[in-house]
């Protein structure tokens, strides 16, 4: 299972998507700058709290950076990505941080 924090508010840079749509992603994924500006498609699967998924919500993002050493932490060590708060909540209520992902290049 896969984990997901949410990545807090940020002030944009050059790099980022006008449209906020992006996330940052754990060493693994990361693969020494491979997967800089791949897009992947994230859908919540599950969450501790019920009702935090948006049932049948997609959203697609940029990767942008790595997790680890990103300006903005992710709230978990061990997320899989850390999504922008735009990309969150457009699959997943503000209300949760933590929510257990489906996702694909």
Request: charged share 10%; net charge neutral.
């Amino acid at each position: 299972m896969l984990m997901l924090a949410q990545l807090p508010n940020i002030k944009p840079h050059i790099y980022l998507p006008s449209s906020n749509l992006f996330a940052s992603v754990n060493e693994d994924i990361w693969n020494f700058g491979a997967a800089c500006s791949k897009q992947y498609l994230v859908r919540c699967i599950s969450a501790a709290q019920p009702g935090t998924c948006k049932p049948g919500q997609t959203v697609q993002v940029k990767i942008v950076d790595r997790a680890i050493s990103s300006v903005s932490r992710p709230s978990q060590n061990d997320a899989t990505l850390v999504l922008s708060t735009t990309a969150f909540e457009m699959i997943a209520n503000p209300s949760g941080s933590f929510i257990n992902i489906e996702f694909q290049q």
